[in-house]
């Protein structure tokens, strides 16, 4: 069974920077595409970036386009995302996904995900 675990939420000042990390423990996530998604208090899921198995692949949603980096370490079991000019907006709940079809951000049922990191923008 593949356990995805996030780390690396906290808050931060707008215009601030946070790395948010996900390790899998049970699996390899090597052969996996994967995604990162947010929910914010009140609103839906939604996606946030994903990248391909190879890596070869990474898409952004339009909202964090040029702010955000996902990049994974296969040899970590770890897929990580890179968070820059922070905004108030930004501010949610973070997950990290496995099985992810890039780059329509959507996740099979027997799809991996994590419990989330908390992310805060404020000043």
């Known amino acids: 069974q593949l356990e995805l675990v996030e780390s690396g939420g906290d808050l931060v000042q707008p215009g601030g920077s946070l790395r948010l990390s996900c390790v899998a423990n049970?699996?390899?996530?090597?052969?996996?595409?994967l995604g990162w998604f947010r929910q914010a208090p009140g609103k839906e899921r939604e996606g946030v970036s994903c990248i391909s198995s190879s890596g070869a692949l990474r898409h952004y949603a339009d909202s964090v386009k040029g702010r955000f980096t996902i990049s994974r370490d296969n040899s970590k079991n770890t897929v990580y995302l890179q968070m820059d000019s922070l905004k108030d907006e930004d501010t949610a709940v973070y997950f990290c996904?496995?099985?992810?079809?890039?780059?329509?951000?959507?996740?099979?049922?027997?799809?991996?995900w994590g419990r989330g990191t908390q992310v805060t923008v404020s000043s």
């Open positions: 996904a496995a099985r992810v079809s890039c780059p329509q951000f959507s996740v099979p049922y027997f799809g991996s």
């Open positions: 049970g699996g390899t996530l090597e052969r996996f595409s």
